[in-house]
């Protein structure tokens, strides 16, 4: 029904960047919002950004200042601009778009199947 597909992944030194796209296809009434998460090896999975679709934006603490997502509604694309990447942000990366694909029908969320980005120091 709906699909996410990311991709921008990779293997960065610490200081580098990298950008994350997420592209939705599929039966998409609306989306409502768009959020990357990570996890990492022994932790649970956890918010590092989110859009609404009035263009709101959150961060979690240790990303400001270095990571910004942004959207593309046209494209239904949504981007993780990572920059000074650090050891710490190592993890598997998902998209996550809360999706409406009726007027009739409630929103769920939609997941892409993970990216991983790995910071060497």
């Known amino acids: 029904q709906v699909q996410l597909v990311e991709s921008g992944g990779g293997l960065v030194q610490a200081g580098g960047s990298l950008r994350l796209s997420c592209a939705a296809s599929?039966?998409?009434?609306?989306?409502?919002?768009m959020g990357w998460y990570r996890q990492a090896p022994g932790s649970q999975r956890e918010l590092v950004a989110s859009?609404?679709?009035?263009?709101?934006?959150n961060y979690a603490d240790s990303v400001k200042g270095r990571f910004t997502i942004s959207r593309d509604n046209a494209k239904k694309t949504v981007y993780l601009q990572m920059n000074d990447l650090k050891p710490e942000d190592t993890a598997v990366y998902y998209c996550?778009?809360?999706?409406?694909?009726?007027?009739?029908?409630?929103?769920?969320?939609?997941w892409g199947q993970g990216t991983q980005v790995i910071v060497s120091s």
């Open positions: 599929g039966h998409i009434f609306s989306i409502n919002a």
């Open positions: 859009i609404t679709s009035g263009g709101t934006t």
């Open positions: 996550n778009l809360v999706v409406q694909t009726s007027w009739s029908r409630r929103a769920n969320d939609y």
